[in-house]
Nanobody
Framework: QVQLVESGGGLVQAGGSLRLSCAAS????????MAWYRQAPGKLRELVAV???????NYADSVNGRFTVSRNYAKNMVYLQMNSLKPDDTAVYYCNAARSGNSWWGQGTQVTVSS
């Protein structure tokens, strides 16, 4: 069982920046991937960015060039730096980790972007 705790959400004006953090309960190098998802009201949860254990990173088209995923192995942390935020980025953001067919989720952190 892997526990994930997100933090860093909040209210920001359009064009602003936020950095989300995800703290994992075990060594992140043991995980096949770590990813960020988001779910806006009335919409399905969607993938924002995923970083695999071999270092590959993929972003949703809607955030490519604005969001950046990074890792800190020493702290077992994964970050999502979000720049040039838009009102459409408003959602609950979730951290996700996977290994050996298992998947774990954090509780989510709310990001609200005002116009």
């Amino acid at each position: 069982q892997v526990q994930l705790v997100e933090s860093g959400g909040g209210l920001v004006q359009a064009g602003g920046s936020l950095r989300l953090s995800c703290a994992a309960s075990e060594r992140i190098y043991r995980l096949a991937h770590m990813a960020w998802y988001r779910q806006a009201p009335g919409k399905l949860r969607e993938l924002v960015a995923v970083k695999t254990s071999d270092g590959a990173t993929n972003y949703a088209d809607s955030v490519n060039g604005r969001f950046t995923v990074s890792r800190n192995y020493a702290k077992n942390m994964v970050y999502l730096q979000m720049n040039s935020l838009k009102p459409d980025d408003t959602a609950v953001y979730y951290c996700n980790a996977a290994r050996s067919g298992n998947s774990w989720w954090g509780q989510g952190t709310q990001v609200t972007v005002s116009s």
